[in-house]
């Protein structure tokens, strides 16, 4: 099998960008039910298997979910400080919750759990992200919880990316390559002016 045209440059870009434990970080723009952007860090969780969709974790009681489902097309947005070269992918979320009926999602959702660290488990056993603040100290030193089974309000999240614009600020003129998903799994490649 051929591989996705732009997993070549992001690999590549991963792997020299790898002594920088930011390059792991991007932007994940959404649309709010009013219309309005909304935009977040998040972190990359590689791929999942063997597709080009992207995997991030995050919580269902945070304000993005609420965007997702009534909207699921997203942007993310990646620099990679020391190529310096930007990514932009734009697709469709999908959002795989604990009803997620879908065993191999659900599996992925499981596996994604099992690779967090513990302080990054501990965080879905916070009170509910964005209220007001909680008072009680105790409320941030939860239980720890267990490392084999997610927590309800755990969600992965997939970004079924459609639209790829890579764009290197090295080189005399800049280099931008727009990718666009034609067919099932054709893909388009085209320089554009940076
Ligand atoms: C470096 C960094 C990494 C983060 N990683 C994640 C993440 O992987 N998942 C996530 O849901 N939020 C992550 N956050 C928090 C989000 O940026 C955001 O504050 C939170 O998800 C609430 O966003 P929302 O109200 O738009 O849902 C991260 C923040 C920073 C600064």
């Not at 860090?41 to 597709?51: I, L």
């Not at 974790?57 to 909207?71: A, G």
């Not at 999908?94 to 967090?116: F, G, S, V």
């Not at 009680?136 to 490392?147: C, I, V």
Request: glycine share 4%; proline share 7%; charged share 25%.
């Amino acid at each position: 099998m051929s591989l996705t045209p732009w997993r070549l440059p992001l690999a590549r870009a991963l792997h020299r960008n790898r002594s920088q434990p930011h390059s792991h970080y991007l932007q994940l723009a959404t649309i709010t039910h009013e219309g309005l952007p909304a935009n977040r860090t998040v972190v990359f969780r590689g791929f999942w298997s063997d597709t080009d969709w992207l995997q991030f974790v995050t919580d269902s009681r945070s304000e993005k979910i609420i965007h997702i489902q009534h909207q699921p097309l997203a942007e993310a947005c990646w620099y990679f400080t020391k190529t310096r070269e930007q990514f932009r992918l734009a697709g469709e979320l999908i959002l795989i919750t604990a009803a997620c009926e879908d065993k191999p999602l659900q599996l992925a959702r499981q596996a994604a759990w099992e690779k967090l660290s513990d302080s990054a488990r501990l965080q879905f056993a916070w009170p509910s992200p964005g209220k007001p603040r909680e008072k009680e100290k105790e409320a941030f030193t939860p239980t720890q919880p267990s490392e084999s089974e997610p927590l309800d309000n755990f969600c992965l999240l997939l970004l079924n990316t459609k639209k790829v614009d890579w764009l290197e600020l090295r080189g005399e003129p800049q280099n931008r390559t727009l990718y666009l998903l034609k067919g099932e799994k054709t893909w388009s490649t085209q320089l554009v002016n940076p």
